[in-house]
């Protein structure tokens, strides 16, 4: 029979002490640093005693775990060490004031409830030693009496974790770490194995300074309090995060923020375990295009449901279950029953979602995801980062809007590259490959509405019309190889600046540009290459002079070059896949002034510039690339009628942007 060590005495009793009192402070340099640099984004979710990993040894309770269960019934300071076979640490703590566990070579397995287990306290943080080792484990069944403890470090109220000791959590019934109510991880090693989800916070799930190794049934990381709108708020603000899930590798259902990080993350087998998108069997020869490097070459550079749960019954602790079931009250029981059904899953398999708003200030990212990358059923906001993704399905999915200034962005595979109801794009590099569209706004004709293996995608669009929709592109350089679309716009797109080319598909089912209300361009430049059947582009509004290029059946590999009368290139693209047409439109075209386009060497066309739009080709005056999408904005049919006569936007009207050589002579090479 083991025995209930109630501890509930004055720190001096129960103690080792050592001479002298020892202050420790593993976290000083490191959150010093961050706090100085990051005060505001960091302080909003951490306070200063919650980054403090300090204690007095000395005043500490020091207790040695042995065979006893133990319960901590009176804040202060408690150092554990040594093992606990199977039995549970419990915190009960009616009156106020902060319960400091610090586990200093302690290991606590129990085979029917949590290992650790925070009944009732204002506020508990537990303290990783600096160079311990710490293990909790709880079994593969529970014997539950109504407080649902359904983790192996299981919290009811606040709970704080720092430190720069290492913890492991083997949660082999359910969750590993759950915390109903604010959770905090402000430092350690931490490693993580459950059978449904990782790390639980309901109300709030914070990561700063710490290292965290995830291996989950269901999901990794989550913030799951749907019932107030300013809670299930997930934020990391610096640290590490390997992840690897059944379902999401990060989720919250409100606000996910992510200020700073490494993220390694892989959901339910990776990308190549999702099946095909049932829409591309509609589409002719539109297969996944590959032989991409990674990087943004520019001038021939590189620039920059949760799963079952093994609940077999193992023999109670009949005191610690009489106790339980005598504690435990109605009001209890179904305050715990309600958290039980909030727990549970779906299929999601996104490596990070937010019910909410998603933003990113910074960070590196590698993800290897079933479903979406990175996925927000509100607004998607990136500042900064280094993305390297691969997704069975978007790399990027907002149901609002999509907004991105800064970022390195690799999608070596995806669906769609970029996806929402409005994409503005005012700086970054991006890398994009999609078996259908790079980037889509507002979904309509897309593939993926025919009923694609996740379902038709979702956006917020309210009553509002589909014209009203924009892709918006001010800068950034954007490198984008598409089975389907290239851009695909079922509302307007409007470029300013930025560098876009586009490798277009090798079908006739689709074309490198797409779009339903207009294409207007005042800066920036675009290459374009994909079949002349589907062939649109930018609008004779435009302030930009634009080549559209018929050339026949072209194969992979061929380069396209657009020069001066001094044989000096002005633009270059190495296509890769066979193509018959090609849009070039760049501020190095001038009006009135004359330039020669090559393909392999060989001239198809020498020309002035008289107006915006200018045709070149095979059968140029009969397909001459109409302004307009195929899709019902196209003016003059599909691309049968010749452009207009309007006179082109003389130099004056046209505000050129300020552009680097680089970024107005486009050359690029896969």
Do not use: W
Request: negative net charge.
């Amino acid at each position: 029979m083991r025995k209930i060590l109630l501890i509930c005495a004055a720190p001096a009793l129960l103690l080792l002490a050592l001479a002298g009192c020892v202050t420790k402070d593993p976290l000083a340099d490191s959150v010093g640093g961050a706090v100085a640099v990051q005060a505001t984004e960091i302080g909003d979710y951490f306070s200063e005693e919650d980054l403090d990993a300090g204690y007095d040894e000395a005043a500490a309770t020091r207790i040695q775990l042995a065979g006893d269960d133990v319960t901590i019934s009176q804040a202060g300071d408690y150092i554990l060490s040594g093992a606990l076979a199977d039995g549970q640490v419990k915190v009960e703590v009616s009156g106020g004031g902060t319960v400091r566990l610090v586990l200093d070579g302690a290991e606590i397995s129990c085979s029917d409830s949590a290992a650790l287990y925070v009944a009732q306290a204002e506020k508990t943080v537990v303290t990783l030693a600096a160079g311990s080792e710490n293990t909790l484990s709880d079994g593969g069944g529970y014997t539950l009496d109504g407080t649902e403890q359904a983790a192996c470090l299981y919290s009811k109220d606040d709970l704080v974790i720092n430190g720069s000791g290492s913890l492991t959590v083997n949660g082999n019934y359910r969750d590993g770490v759950n915390c109903r109510d604010e959770l905090k991880i402000a430092g350690g090693h931490i490693r993580v194995t459950a059978a449904d989800d990782g790390i639980v916070g309901k109300d709030l799930l914070a990561v700063a300074n710490a290292a965290l190794t995830v291996v989950a049934g269901g999901d990794g990381l989550k913030a799951s309090n749907d019932s107030d709108q300013d809670s299930g708020v997930l934020f990391a603000g610096s640290g590490t995060f390997d992840i690897t899930s059944g379902n999401d590798g990060l989720q919250a259902v409100s606000l996910l923020t992510v200020l700073d990080g490494e993220f390694s993350i892989v959901t339910k087998g990776g990308a190549g375990q999702a099946p095909e998108h049932q829409a591309e069997n509609f589409q002719p020869g539109g297969g996944f295009p590959g032989g991409l490097s990674s990087g943004f070459p520019t001038q021939g550079e590189d620039s920059v449901s949760g799963d079952s749960v093994n609940s077999a019954e193992q023999s109670p602790a009949p005191e610690r279950a009489a106790a339980a079931q005598q504690n435990a009250g109605a009001e209890q029981q179904a305050g715990e029953a309600g958290a039980a059904a909030e727990e549970e899953e779906s299929e999601s398999a996104k490596a990070i979602k937010a019910d909410g708003d998603l933003l990113i200030s910074g960070g590196t990212f590698t993800v290897d995801s079933y479903d979406d990358c990175l996925h927000a059923n509100g607004n998607i906001v990136i500042r900064g980062g280094a993305f390297q993704l691969a997704s069975g399905d978007d790399g990027l999915h907002a149901d609002s809007s999509v907004t991105i200034s800064d970022g390195r962005f690799v999608i070596s595979q995806s669906y769609e590259g970029i996806e929402g109801l409005n994409i503005t794009i005012s700086g970054g590099d991006f890398d994009i490959m999609a078996s259908d569209d790079g980037i889509n706004v507002a979904g309509g004709n897309d593939l993926s509405q025919a009923g694609g293996r996740f379902g038709p995608d979702q956006f917020n669009s309210g009553n509002a019309a589909a014209g009203s929709y924009t892709l918006a592109v001010s800068g950034g350089n954007l490198l984008i190889d598409a089975g389907g679309d290239g851009l695909d716009s079922n509302g307007s797109i409007s470029q300013s600046g930025g560098s876009i080319l586009i490798n277009g598909p090798a079908d006739s089912g689709n074309g490198a540009l797409d779009y339903q209300g207009s294409y207007t361009m005042t800066g920036g430049s675009l290459f374009a290459v994909g079949p002349a059947m589907m062939a649109a582009i930018p609008g004779s509004e435009s302030a930009v002079y634009l080549v559209s290029a018929y050339l026949g059946d072209q194969e992979a590999g061929s380069a396209i070059s657009l020069r001066n009368t001094a044989g000096e290139e002005l633009a270059g693209f190495i296509a890769a896949k066979p193509f018959s047409h090609a849009v070039i439109a760049s501020p190095q075209l001038r009006q009135d002034e004359a330039y020669s386009l090559y393909v392999n060497d060989v001239l198809i066309e020498a020309f002035t510039v008289s107006q915006t739009i200018t045709a070149i080709g095979e059968d140029a005056t009969m397909n001459a690339g109409q302004p307009g999408g195929r899709s019902g904005g196209r003016q003059g049919g599909m691309g049968m009628q010749p452009p207009g006569d309007a006179a082109a936007p003389v130099a004056p009207n046209a505000t050129e942007p300020e552009q680097s050589d680089s970024a107005a002579r486009i050359s690029v090479g896969r």
